[in-house]
């Protein structure tokens, strides 16, 4: 079982650890301090049938329920959300989000602003810096709503580099709109690429093209006389699965720090699970159901067409125009429809569906903000953690090559600072989070951890990452109340997407992209089941708080129900007789 550290309120540290509890997300013992949910009753039919509350299958029955029909959401867990959800994990009155936090993409995404979630009891928080990344001997990266401060922080590793940061982001003013359009819209993207491609003209396209494909050390290399730029665009590019050293790691180092330096990295106010809590509302407004508990096992494939679900429970739900499913692929296909209705080519396929890293995530309770050794570093919601870019290389390495990384890459979230509702006034509600292998080969740390992430491992891992902050920030562990540990054991129990605690629904790297997502010849909602849609973050275009794969489902079993009306209508009777 995981650990879960409780320090005393002495902070007598004595070694961190002590006074270990449970920290199993889907512990039994953990439901008290989870929002309450009444889920609506099972119902016997429906016009679509969304299998998965998280996000997208949300998004997917709120577009459906838009356009009249009767939607039923079945959520496996107890509460809906998915990989969106806030719970008290560390201590009472530290409101913790389980898994995503920051949503720059859902602030930025047509389609998430399309469903006016405002209207529904959405709110948005911001710290007063977006991003910090502190260097051992050296000065702080800093990103700010404020591109003059987001200038001088890189002129402070190297003059100049502040204009050359001042260039690529005009780039991204021009073209903002049609890009975003084009990456979160079904393939092909034929009029955003059009409007996108009328901002660039062909010289312009070609540079942005090239750009886009080059790896982020390469960009840095060409942009930037300083390593301010580069680990601004490498720590970003790794939020999105990207090293330093992959073909398209440039266009994602790029776009996510665009996107703070225009919007931030906004927090909903109150936790993540306000963000589904307007979700279900809205959708609950226009009729639909959300039914928690009801974990499907099958969907109904009769004839070539999905005609509805059966869950573990024993209820059967006719679908009579769709199932949208927002599960990862490999579980559809394989588990909830079954090799029997598959042919050869796509079950070879299947098997080599990559999924992303594993995840370690460290949530603490601090009786005071964390007492960074540059002060700068306090004011931002996100804080990167690696020495340089050379180090962000190496972790990839090790990451490649099955190691757990010695010096871990951490992405940390300054909760109570992006968001004051978090937790008592005075105090931080903090976490981080690293990457580990899929399939642990050995340790670089030299602690002899296997990936059993068993209390032992667990206790060795979350020390390793507290000993990388307290570098940073002397006095740390000094300041922690509570701590909760999840690992990738842990994540996939909670919500069985996690796959191995993969957070991105599948790598994002170029061979599982676009038409190659999920599959080679897929980059479409649509699958060989008719009336079967997949809606999750396994589908173009990938993971993170967007909404575009359920989106595109919706639209998709939206096209398909009205041809096969059109059909219905134009076929010619049998005669009689």
């Not at 940073?472 to 300041?479: D, H, K």
Request: hydrophobic share 40%; glycine share 12%.
């Amino acid at each position: 079982m995981d650990t879960e550290a409780r320090l005393p309120a002495s902070r007598d540290r004595g070694g961190m650890g002590k006074d270990r509890g449970v920290s199993d997300l889907s512990d039994p013992r953990l439901a008290d301090r989870q929002p309450s949910f009444e889920p609506d009753p099972t119902p016997a039919r429906a016009d679509a049938v969304v299998v998965g509350a998280g996000p997208n299958g949300l998004v997917a029955a709120n577009l459906l329920a838009s356009a009249g029909w009767d939607v039923v959401v079945l959520e496996a867990a107890p509460v809906p959300g998915g990989a969106v959800r806030t719970a008290e994990v560390t201590a009472p009155g530290f409101r913790n989000d389980l898994f995503s936090a920051f949503y720059p993409l859902a602030a930025a995404s047509p389609v998430v602003g399309a469903l006016e979630l405002e209207r529904h009891g959405l709110s948005w928080s911001r710290a007063p810096l977006v991003l910090a990344h502190p260097t051992p001997d050296g000065p702080t990266m800093v990103l700010s709503t404020d591109l003059d401060r987001t200038a001088a922080s890189l002129d402070r590793f190297v003059p100049g580099d502040g204009d050359a940061w001042r260039t690529l982001y005009g780039t991204w003013s021009r073209v903002s709109g049609p890009l975003i359009d084009a990456l979160l819209a079904p393939l092909p993207p034929v009029v955003p690429s059009a409007r996108l491609a009328g901002r660039l003209g062909v010289h312009g396209g070609l540079d942005f093209l090239r750009d886009a494909l080059t790896p982020v050390r390469s960009l840095a290399r060409e942009r930037f006389a300083g390593e301010g730029g580069a680990l601004l665009l490498a720590g970003n590019a790794l939020h999105a699965d990207f090293t330093p050293e992959t073909a398209g790691g440039g266009l994602f180092g790029w776009l996510l720090a665009s996107l703070g330096q225009q919007l931030g990295f906004p927090v909903p106010t109150g936790g993540a699970g306000c963000f589904v809590d307007a979700l279900v509302h809205r959708l609950r407004g226009l009729g639909g159901r959300v039914v928690t508990g009801a974990r499907v096992d099958r969907v109904v494939v009769e004839g070539g067409r999905a005609i509805g679900v059966t869950t573990e429970q024993g209820h059967r739900v006719v679908a009579r125009r769709a199932v949208l499913a927002d599960v990862g692929a490999p579980s559809l296909f394989l588990d909830l429809v079954g090799a029997d209705h598959l042919d050869d080519r796509l079950l070879r396929r299947l098997a080599r569906f990559e999924y992303d890293h594993a995840t370690v995530k460290v949530d603490w309770a601090l009786d005071r903000p964390i007492p960074w050794s540059d002060p700068e570093v306090g004011g931002a919601g996100t804080v990167h953690l690696a020495d340089s870019l050379d180090a962000l290389s190496r972790f990839a390495y090790e990451l490649a090559t099955g190691q757990v990384p010695s010096r871990p890459f951490m992405l940390m979230g300054q909760m109570t600072t992006s968001d004051p509702t978090r937790s008592p006034a005075g105090t931080e509600s903090a976490w981080a989070y690293t990457h580990v292998p899929q399939r642990v080969r050995r340790d670089a740390g030299g602690d002899g951890l296997t990936g059993s992430w068993d209390d032992h491992e667990t206790e060795q891992m979350a020390a390793r990452m507290e000993r990388i902050v307290e570098e940073y920030a002397p006095g740390f562990g000094a300041r922690v109340i509570a701590r909760h540990v999840a690992t990738p054991r842990s994540m996939e129990r909670v919500d069985a997407n996690l796959v191995g605690g993969a957070i991105n629904g599948g790598t994002a790297q170029i061979h599982q992209q676009l038409v190659f997502r999920p599959l080679p010849g897929g980059g479409r909602a649509s699958t060989p089941i008719k009336g079967l849609f997949l809606a999750s973050a396994s589908a173009h275009p990938g993971g993170g708080v967007h909404g575009a794969p359920g989106s595109n489902a919706a639209r998709a079993a939206l096209a398909a129900d009205r041809r096969r009306r059109v059909l219905r209508a134009v076929r010619p009777s049998r005669p009689r007789g």
